[in-house]
């Protein structure tokens, strides 16, 4: 998801139903209730069916990213998306051995 440079709203609200696996696309939900189409690169989708398949907890909720924790059943909030991408981001870096966060990506 860092690749393509989301808003964290657009992770937030990505959707079961906004991934298309076929065709390697992702529907978000952009501002001004816009729909863009974007591709979804392959190292992306992999880990996003990684998590559906191993790390997402059993629920109801039709959002991709959902709670961990209590309250369960919930969407991930704004807060958990940009939390979330901080640890991704450090944790890239500290594999390339960088020392700080360098990543870019836009939480806004």
């Known amino acids: 998801m860092l690749d393509l440079g989301l808003r964290r709203t ?4 990505l959707c079961l139903g906004d ?3 076929r065709a390697g696309t992702l529907n978000l939900h952009s ?11 392959q190292q992306a989708g992999e880990a996003i069916a990684r ?3 191993d790390g997402r907890p059993q629920t109801t909720r039709r959002e ?10 919930t969407e991930a909030n704004l ?9 991704v981001a450090d944790f ?3 594999c390339a051995g960088r ?6 990506w836009h939480v806004g």
């Open 99 to 104: 020392t700080s966060s360098g990543t870019r």
């Open 19 to 21: 991934i298309d696996w």
């Open 64 to 73: 991709v990213f959902v709670r961990h924790r209590p309250p369960l059943n």
């Open 51 to 53: 998590y559906l398949r």
């Open 10 to 13: 657009e992770v937030a609200h």
């Open 79 to 87: 807060d958990i998306v940009r939390n979330a991408v901080r640890y």
């Open 31 to 41: 501002k001004g209730g816009r729909i863009d189409i974007v591709p979804l690169p």
């Open 92 to 94: 890239s870096n500290a």
